[in-house]
Nanobody, 122 residues
Framework: QVQLVESGGGLINTGGSLRLSCLAS????????MGWFRQATGKEREFVAA????????IYGNSAKGRFTISRDNAKNTVYLQMDSLDFEDTAVYYC???????????????WGQGTQVTVSS
């Protein structure tokens, strides 16, 4: 059983940056593909980014391309999401998730964190 705890969310002005972190415990972190998803109020959960076991491969959702960067540190059991040029549409709860595969599909992820709120305002 893998436990995931996100941190780093908060209130940020448009154009600003945040770095989210997700600390994993209870499993062998390097054996899991990791992903970030987000869910805005009244909307479906949306894929943001994923990273492979070693970090050699990454993939991004359309809303994240060119602005967000996913990375991981297997020695620290942590995955990160660097978010730049934030806009109102980025306001959402951000979740990290762990999967035994490298995937953009939420259904592929077995373990989920509780989420961290990101609010972008003027």
């Amino acid at each position: 059983q893998v436990q995931l705890v996100e941190s780093g969310g908060g209130l940020i002005n448009t154009g600003g940056s945040l770095r989210l972190s997700c600390l994993a415990s209870g499993g062998t972190f390097s054996m899991y593909g990791m992903g970030w998803f987000r869910q805005a109020t009244g909307k479906e959960r949306e894929f943001v980014a994923a990273i492979s076991w070693t970090g050699s491969s990454t993939i991004y959702g359309n809303s994240a391309k060119g602005r967000f960067t996913i990375s991981r540190d297997n020695a620290k059991n942590t995955v990160y999401l660097q978010m730049d040029s934030l806009d109102f549409e980025d306001t959402a709860v951000y979740y990290c998730a762990a999967a035994e595969v490298y995937s953009i599909l939420a259904g592929s992820y077995k373990f989920w964190g509780q989420g961290t709120q990101v609010t972008v305002s003027s």
